[in-house]
């Protein structure tokens, strides 16, 4: 079992910045690949970013590439997405998610998950 705990959502302008955090606790942090995912109003949820257990090789949807950076301190046990030139449309329910592998995988479903922190970008 991996609980999940997200934090730094938020209200933003478009064009500014927020940062992520998702303290993670249960297994083993370090030996697990970690993402983020999103859900917009209407929308389906979908994969943001990616990185593997140790760290290095990350995976990010076509949206974010060059805006978002996904990030892991395994010594906090914590995963952080920075999100820069924030527009409207990444306004979302972001979700920090544990997968059961250590490597990420597009075919592969995390088993679990964060609450949910709400990022809104004002134009």
């Known amino acids: 079992q991996v609980q999940l705990v997200e934090s730094g959502g938020g209200l933003v302008q478009a064009g500014g910045s927020l940062r992520l955090s998702c303290a993670a606790s249960?297994?083993?942090?370090?030996?697990?690949?970690m993402g983020w995912f999103r859900r917009a109003p209407g929308k389906e949820r979908e994969f943001v970013a990616a990185m593997n257990r140790g760290g290095g090789t990350t995976y990010y949807a076509d949206s974010v590439k060059g805006r978002f950076t996904i990030s892991r301190d395994n010594a906090k046990n914590t995963v952080y997405l920075q999100m820069n030139s924030l527009k409207p449309e990444d306004t979302a329910v972001y979700y920090c998610?544990?997968?059961?592998?250590?490597?990420?995988?597009?075919?592969?479903?995390?088993?679990?998950w964060g609450q949910g922190t709400q990022v809104t970008v004002s134009s």
């Open positions: 998610a544990a997968y059961d592998r250590s490597y990420y995988s597009a075919y592969a479903q995390p088993p679990y």
């Open positions: 249960g297994r083993t942090f370090s030996n697990i690949a």
